[in-house]
T-cell receptor, first 110, second 117 residues
Framework: AQRVTQPEKLLSVFKGAPVELKCNYS??????LFWYVQYSRQRLQLLLR??SRESIKGFTADLNKGETSFHLKKPFAQEEDSAMYYC????????????FGQGTELSVKP | DVKVTQSSRYLVKRTGEKVFLECVQD?????MFWYRQDPGLGLRLIYF???????EKGDIPEGYSVSREKKERFSLILESASTNQTSMYLC????????????????FGPGTRLTVL
């Protein structure tokens, strides 16, 4: 079965510290992975996708097929990074349908 | 800018009432989705639609139905609301790029927080 697991409900770090939000997936083929973010009082929006191999707002994520992971990383957290982060998976032949993880709340303290 | 709007930000209904949640997008997207968002459970797909008058069940369709009479509008219907349907409901839309999905991003509405008493 397709599944996305984010093991941490809450991650709290201090400003300037490195941050890693974990995402593990279960899928038998080659999935497409995404990170979505929801800032306070804002709508959910795409942060980045693995296929683009891009860095957005200092965040990067590498798809590790061996470990079936897609962890989100940033070397120096900022207070404005505080938000809810969701990892999502789209399988082959799934059209636009996404499977989301449980979400991780990131809190960056001053 | 893609705009996805939802008819209400907050809604309070009584058990047994019929509830309509409306979603409209202005980017001519083929795909539209309804999710519910609950703490600790993330987003769970209720129903989705690839085209007008077309619908497919998601992961938790029980107690819900949908309607898509026009391309830009996707309605979620709670036939008889129950307290366990108290939740945040999110609508989303995206381009259709074939069964592979392509890189199509989902654009979300602001959400409707529904409370069933």
């Amino acid at each position: 079965a397709q599944r996305v697991t984010q093991p941490e409900k809450l991650l709290s770090v201090f400003k300037g510290a490195p941050v890693e939000l974990k995402c593990n997936y279960s899928y038998s083929g080659s999935p497409e992975l995404f990170w979505y973010v929801q800032y306070s009082r804002q709508r959910l929006q795409l942060l980045l996708r693995h296929i683009s191999r891009e860095s957005i707002k200092g965040f990067t994520a590498d798809l590790n097929k061996g470990e079936t992971s897609f962890h989100l990383k940033k070397p120096f957290a900022q207070e404005e990074d505080s938000a809810m982060y969701y990892c999502a998976l789209r399988g082959y032949n799934q059209g636009g349908k996404l499977i989301f993880g449980q979400g991780t709340e990131l809190s960056v303290k001053p | 800018d893609v705009k996805v709007t939802q008819s209400s930000r907050y809604l309070v209904k009584r058990t047994g009432e019929k509830v309509f949640l409306e979603c409209v997008q202005d980017m001519d997207h083929e795909n539209m989705f309804w999710y519910r968002q609950d703490p600790g459970l993330g987003l769970r797909l209720i129903y989705f639609s690839y085209d007008v008058k077309m619908k497919e069940k998601g992961d938790i369709p029980e107690g819900y139905s949908v309607s898509r009479e026009k391309k830009e509008r996707f309605s979620l219907i709670l036939e008889s609301a129950s307290t366990n349907q108290t939740s945040m409901y999110l609508c989303a839309s995206s381009w259709y790029t074939g069964t592979s999905g392509g890189e199509n991003e989902q654009f979300f509405g602001p959400g409707t927080r529904l409370t069933v008493l």
